[in-house]
């Protein structure tokens, strides 16, 4: 029997080969009944170096499934992935006319506006993506019923290499599979190990594989930005590999003793593997080992943070980073992330405390820093008050369309007379929030992030008001 009702898709790594075989539910929605991982050869940073041995490749890995569920797979979906794809945005505009209600044919208008969009050249659209609608200057997620004169949309061309998309559809044809489509890896990655609330909120995805990191960043239920950067797991084993270790055991030795943080490692223990032959063992100790790692994943954190950053998503990032793929189980990986953030921020309190005032000996200041969520402006906050000695201050964040606000005092700044609990709320008040707390802590949130500046402002005076 071939494919028949059966859905099948196809992911080719840099490392291993996935095939996913589902059925079509009700809703539109697809049952997993079997899926089947095996190594891949033939990849490079995701792109098909070599065609015969990634066909043989998918011949192998689809042989166990077509055995196990009796069917013949002649047509798939398959996900495209590496450094020759990227994102790029493009906004367009409709006006609408009648009694200025939009409605659904003036959505389907501006869709259909994006098929006469052409690739440039030497390049292929893959997907595309609708990000946001705008409605007269302001942004909704569904404009269907709303009322304005002008419709914009922000869409997400997601473009792939010619001939690595050429390459993709020649190593299926090879095994006698017909190509149904094309999809991003990244962003089906993405959309699996994410819940709604969390692409509402807005998140992060990085999916560390072989050759690559893919990033996906969600925001308001919409992918906001699609990016990958070439360095990924291999490039670890490449570096252990320098110790003279054989590859075969490189793998092995990274997942088995391998951790993201130098300083976790407690022991001066050593690690022997196989050599060339009988008497030629290598030996590794697990400092030396956890050292290779760290410095490569530190890269890797930093090229994710600076992707980031060019997102411009960088503070609406309420659900903060999740982690996936291979190398994201690598032990204390997500506390050397949260070790990175926070030495970030130390260097961006650093110059922000450069404008601390001072009145009968308190020192106090203000500032607006990048903070995803209230946890991270926590953290930040904690920063501060170990590099602040006896005084006070009050945090500022934007996320998304809220402001998230708070405010630590020292004993000695409560002496003088500081209650940051109503220090917040006064601050609050002028972003169209509240909040409160005590007289050493305090937290708030707003409505309006275009008054974050002046609700700083407005804390700062009420600090210096207060101390006596």
């Known amino acids: 029997m071939e494919n028949g009702d059966y859905v099948v898709a196809i992911d080719l790594g840099t490392n291993t080969v996935a095939t996913v075989v589902g059925t079509r539910a009700e809703g539109g929605k ?23 041995l990634v066909s043989k490749s998918i011949k192998q890995n689809i042989a166990a499934i077509e055995s196990r569920q009796q069917i013949t797979i002649r047509e798939a979906f398959a996900g495209i992935s590496g450094q020759h794809t990227r994102c790029v945005k493009y906004p367009y505009y409709v006006f609408v006319g009648r009694d200025g ?28 993506i609708p990000q946001c609608y705008i409605v007269d200057g302001e942004e909704t997620t569904n404009p269907v019923g709303s009322f304005g004169n002008k419709l ?29 489509g094309l999809f991003l890896n990244a962003v089906a990655s993405a959309e699996a190990v ?12 990085v999916d560390i594989g072989g050759s690559t990191t893919d990033v996906t960043i969600f925001y308001k239920n919409s992918i906001r930005h699609v990016g990958v950067i070439s360095m990924g797991g291999n490039t670890i084993n490449r570096d252990i590999r320098s110790y003279g270790i054989l590859e ?13 943080m130098r300083d976790q490692i407690k022991t001066d223990m050593t690690i022997r593997t196989p050599g060339l032959n009988s008497r030629a063992f290598k030996d590794i100790s697990l400092l030396n080992l956890a050292t290779i790692i760290e410095a ?132 609050a008040k002028i972003c169209c929030g509240g909040g409160g707390g005590k007289p050493a802590v305090a937290q708030a949130g707003g409505k309006d992030p275009s008054k974050i500046n002046e609700s700083i402002a407005e804390g700062v005076k009420a600090i210096a008001e207060m101390i006596q």
């Open 30 to 52: 697809v049952r997993i009944v079997d899926c089947e991982v095996s190594p891949m050869e033939g990849m490079d940073r995701g792109g098909i170096k070599n065609v015969d």
């Open 101 to 128: 209600e939009i409605r659904e044919e003036d959505v389907q208008k501006l869709h259909e506006s994006m098929n006469n969009v052409q690739a440039p050249d030497g390049e292929t659209i893959i997907q595309i």
């Open 152 to 180: 914009e949309a922000i869409f997400n061309f997601v473009l792939g290499d010619n001939s690595a998309v050429s390459r993709m559809k020649r190593a299926l044809q090879k095994v006698d599979i017909r190509q149904s």
């Open 194 to 205: 994410t819940t709604e609330d969390e692409r509402n909120e807005g998140v992060a995805v």
């Open 248 to 260: 075969r055991h490189v793998e092995n030795l990274k997942v088995k003793y391998g951790r993201a």
């Open 296 to 427: 490569r994943l530190l890269d890797i954190i930093d090229k994710v943070i600076e992707l980031i950053k060019i997102s411009g998503c960088q503070d609406k990032l309420g659900a903060g980073i999740v982690l996936t793929g291979g190398v994201a189980q690598m032990k204390d990986l997500e506390r050397e992330l949260d070790s990175l953030k926070q030495q970030q921020a130390k260097n961006e309190l650093g110059d922000l405390m450069k404008d601390v005032q001072e009145k009968n000996g308190v020192p106090f200041f203000g500032a607006i820093v990048h903070a995803g969520n209230m946890d991270e402006l926590r953290k930040a906050a904690d920063v501060a008050k170990a590099k602040l000695s006896g005084g006070c201050f009050l945090l500022g964040a934007v996320c998304g369309d809220k402001v998230n606000l708070v405010g630590m005092a020292s004993p000695e700044a409560i002496k003088a007379g500081v209650h940051m609990g109503k220090v917040i709320s006064k601050a």
